[in-house]
Each structure stands twice: as structure tokens, then as C-alpha cells.
């Protein structure tokens, strides 16, 4: 399904696929792939089950990309990038210039205890991870 002007154009193969918006998903093959905004997933020639919400969400990827999802304006996502989620990740950076909430988190409680896994953010890339490192785990709790 596609609605908006040159979305989904260059569709050959690019079923159960749904596009919304001006040059949305622009595909010339794949599928399961849904794009909402200008020009989102507008650079994917080829590509599988990816989602992208927002004005160029998406459009980093370039072709044979799968299971991504991009939620914002300009997150863009990139080449080669597989199984990935981007959540406003174009917003400034910085002490105290953009904010995250998150509902649902504090609703399942995990003690600091020696096997239990401790999330972790990359103050360079802001990408979640975790660690089985108690001692990390300690150094936190004295934060």
C-alpha cells in the first residue's frame, strides 16, 4: 500500500510492504517493509522487514538491510546495518540537552547480585549494552 506522491515507486517485488508519505520506501525489492514520513527508508533499494517512522527515518540504509527499526526525524540508520534499533538518535547530545523516558522500566526490579546482568550506556555512542561485571556493578551503586 502506498500513499503520497513517489512512494513506493520503483516497487518490483516489494510485497506486504506499506509507504507513507512523499518518496516513501522507494524499494525496488523486498518486503514486510513499512515506512511513514518524507522520504522514509528512501534509499532502500532492496531490503527486508525493516520499520521507519519520521522525516528521512531510514534513510541510511542503502540496500539489503533487515529488521531495523528508526523512529524519528532523521535517524537515519546505516549501511549494512542489520536487527538495529534507533530511537531519536539525531537528537543533540550533551549534559541536559534531550531527555528519555521510557515507561515500564522501573516495573521489574533486578537486585546487584554476582549474575546478574547490569546495563550499561557508552557515553560516546549511546548505545545500550550490559555486563556481568560486579565490580561494575558496585562502582554504580556508588554513583
Same mark, same amino acid.
Given at each position: 500500500? /502506498? #500513499? !503520497?506522491? &513517489? $512512494? =513506493? ?9 506499506? +509507504?507513507? @508519505?512523499?518518496? %516513501? ?9 513499512? /515506512? #511513514? !514520513?518524507? &522520504? $522514509? =527508508? ?9 520499520? +521507519?517512522? @519520521?522525516?528521512? %527515518? ?14 524519528? $526525524? ?70
Amino acid at each position: 500500500m /502506498a #500513499v !503520497g506522491f &513517489n $512512494a =513506493l515507486t520503483a516497487n518490483v517485488a516489494a510485497g506486504f510492504s506499506v +509507504a507513507v @508519505g512523499f518518496q %516513501a520506501l522507494d524499494i525496488a525489492t523486498g518486503g514486510q517493509n513499512t /515506512a #511513514v !514520513g518524507d &522520504n $522514509a =527508508l528512501g534509499s532502500l533499494t532492496t531490503g527486508f522487514q525493516n520499520t +521507519a517512522i @519520521g522525516d528521512l %527515518a531510514g534513510d541510511g540504509y542503502t540496500g539489503g538491510e533487515a529488521g531495523n527499526i528508526s523512529v524519528g $526525524a532523521f535517524v537515519l540508520g546505516a549501511p549494512g546495518e542489520n536487527n538495529t534499533i534507533r530511537i531519536g538518535d539525531s537528537l543533540p547530545t550533551g549534559a541536559g540537552v534531550s531527555q528519555c523516558f521510557i515507561g515500564g522500566i522501573l516495573s521489574h526490579f533486578t537486585p546487584l547480585a554476582f549474575g546478574n546482568p547490569i546495563v550499561t550506556i557508552d557515553p560516546l555512542t549511546q548505545q545500550l549494552g550490559w555486563t556481568m561485571d560486579f565490580t561494575a556493578a558496585e562502582q554504580q551503586k556508588k554513583i
